[in-house]
């Protein structure tokens, strides 16, 4: 997508468009977000990202806050509590209503949010679980109810936040800008039973009419871990009218010991008829982080006719790289064995974030992260990360699987960010469209105060090297272990050259704070507005390509630049197309 208006950085100059070299990093100088978890029960910042074509919403156990690309508030109060147990002294509106905010103990806690900008609908979406804990201290923590709370906006620049009201969320908000649900997942008493048990850490994605939500599902009495995967009708969400009976589901049972299925992105969704895939990796034992000797793609394909009914299959990722990235460390334990070289010598955190491409020659292609470290493989019980974690990700190609039921998805590369006699942690990924990937993380150690990270790796980089990489800033406390379980990236749809991240630094001991960083990428291609596919050629597929956005009054088909979609574009576009790129 490419838009030719100024870009204002957040804490630098305006510029014009993004030259080959040129950095513009930023390096906050605020917190975001800022918790005392202790105080407030919120334990894990959780940071999330969503990038609008003009404004920023940014996401965590405490907060949803709403900037302007200079990092700015953009409306007052501009944030929202994500729920009203959070912080009992603030003023600020609650986003989610919870049941019973007062009592520490039994409450229903919101949690584990994550928020996606829609770019065909020009829509921010907002998913947190609710899930109420009984009054017992044990553990596995045992749970009464597991629901999903999901929000759409009703524009790019939302200001109302205001809950619909303080006893639930279950119709349309149609004197704000928001309209938010409340489906029932799980409950003791089985009133509901969509989920095996309670959901939590889920990832989201729209297409062109549906809203994919990927719970990772725990049966919590027999610790089995699965996936559900949950399927809304975007069209009922987006107008207010959605109910229970919109929600379809397919639970993924037939993999009892894979845990955390990742929905890969993709941000021009509406323009393909590609399925929408999943990426796990498959573990051999029912606990949360398992050995992980293999990962799994899965596919989720749905029927032309309405309403959609959903199917799911799977295949493993095989050839390519794949014999070499799991079976390669040999670190010592935490119990001071020395790991032989195999296939249980590392263990696989859930994969939380992933990105999908169409490509003409590899049939797709899927990127992917998560954090793995050393364990000992004779170890019964959950392995506690103590040193050494390190940060995955991958590139796959899909050669065409499903489409083409003999085809073989293989591993075309594989990074590894590694902090020798420390930890990298807490990734997420995002990839433009001309296939630069970047990633952002944490690093730490007990020498090395807790480091919010970003990297990027381009088409000329060596296979699986980040080519280049920044510090966007550390904590002031060297507690370095982790107090997130993910952090967030995303492109910039008004800016391809451009990715933002969220991420999370200790501000003490028990406090924490999140922030907002934007990078450019050093060797960004040259962007030829004729070129609307971006595959280095003038063909029939542009002038469709620029259709679609104009049709969908898309930012990008501005190619005028005076802040309206209208036939001047479209003159605008024919001339480019005709003169050709230089």
């Not at 065909?120 to 629901?147: C, G, M, T």
């Not at 730490?444 to 919010?452: D, K, R, V, W």
């Not at 990428?521 to 104009?550: H, I, K, R, S, W």
Request: proline share 6%.
């Amino acid at each position: 997508m490419k838009l030719r208006t100024a870009v204002i950085g957040l804490g630098v100059a305006v510029f014009a468009g993004t030259a080959a070299g040129q950095s513009c990093t930023i390096v906050p100088t605020t917190p975001d977000h800022e918790r005392n978890p202790f105080a407030f029960n919120v334990t894990n910042s959780d940071a999330e990202i969503a990038v609008g074509h003009t404004c920023i919403l940014t996401c965590s156990n405490a907060y949803l806050r709403l900037l302007d690309k200079s990092g700015q508030l953009l409306s007052t109060p501009g944030q929202a509590r994500m729920a009203d147990y959070d912080d009992p002294t603030s003023t600020d509106p609650a986003f989610f209503a919870v049941e019973h905010p007062s009592n520490t103990r039994e409450h229903a806690h919101i949690a584990d949010p994550v928020v996606y900008y829609d770019q065909e609908h020009h829509r921010f979406w907002v998913v947190a679980i609710e899930w109420k804990e009984k009054n017992i201290i044990s553990f596995p923590l045992p749970f009464n109810y597991a629901h999903v709370q999901i929000a759409v906006s009703t524009t790019d620049t939302p200001a109302n936040w205001m809950n619909i009201n303080n006893t639930n969320n279950t119709t349309g908000n149609p004197s704000g800008h928001w309209y938010k649900y409340d489906f029932c997942l799980w409950e003791e008493n089985g009133n509901c039973s969509n989920l095996h048990g309670v959901g939590h850490n889920q990832t989201i994605y729209v297409d062109d009419d549906t809203l994919y939500i990927a719970f990772l599902d725990d049966e919590g009495t027999t610790n089995v871990k699965s996936t559900t995967l949950m399927m809304v009708d975007k069209d009922t969400l987006m107008n207010g009218t959605a109910t229970q009976t919109d929600a379809q589901f397919i639970q993924l049972k037939n993999i009892d010991d894979t845990w955390g299925h990742a929905l890969a992105v993709e941000y021009d969704a509406w323009n393909n008829t590609d399925p929408v895939y999943t990426i796990v990796p498959e573990i051999n034992s029912q606990i949360a982080f398992g050995f992980q000797d293999t990962l799994t793609l899965g596919a989720i394909t749905k029927s032309s006719t309405l309403p959609h009914t959903y199917a799911y299959e799977s295949t493993p990722v095989t050839g390519g790289l794949l014999p070499e990235w799991f079976n390669t460390r040999t670190n010592a334990a935490s119990n001071g064995v020395t790991l032989p070289t195999g296939t249980q010598g590392v263990t696989s955190r859930s994969i939380l974030h992933a990105t999908y491409r169409s490509d003409p020659i590899v049939g797709g292609r899927l990127w992917t992260c998560h954090s793995v470290w050393p364990v000992d493989p004779n170890s019964v019980a959950e392995p506690v990360p103590l040193e050494e974690r390190v940060v995955r990700w991958y590139e796959i190609h899909t050669n065409g699987w499903p489409m083409d039921p003999n085809a073989t998805p293989l591993v075309a590369q594989v990074g590894e960010i590694a902090l020798p006699g420390g930890d990298a942690y807490d990734p997420s990924i995002a990839v433009n469209a001309f296939k630069d990937v970047v990633l952002t993380w944490t690093e730490g150690s007990p020498t090395m105060n807790q480091t919010f990270r970003m990297g990027v790796h381009q088409a000329g980089d060596p296979a699986g090297v980040l080519g280049t990489t920044w510090t966007i800033g550390a904590s002031q406390t060297s507690n370095y272990l982790n107090p997130a379980d993910y952090s967030g990236t995303n492109v910039d749809p008004a800016n391809w050259c451009q990715f933002w991240g969220h991420s999370t630094l200790g501000a003490s001991n028990q406090d924490w704070e999140t922030y907002v960083a934007r990078v450019c990428m050093p060797l960004c291609p040259f962007d030829c507005y004729a070129d609307q596919d971006d595959d280095g050629d003038l063909d029939v597929m542009d002038p469709v390509t620029f259709a679609n956005y104009y049709n969908a009054n898309d930012p990008s088909a501005d190619c005028d630049g005076n802040g309206v979609v209208d036939t001047f574009d479209v003159l605008c576009f024919d001339a480019l197309f005709q003169a050709g790129c230089p």
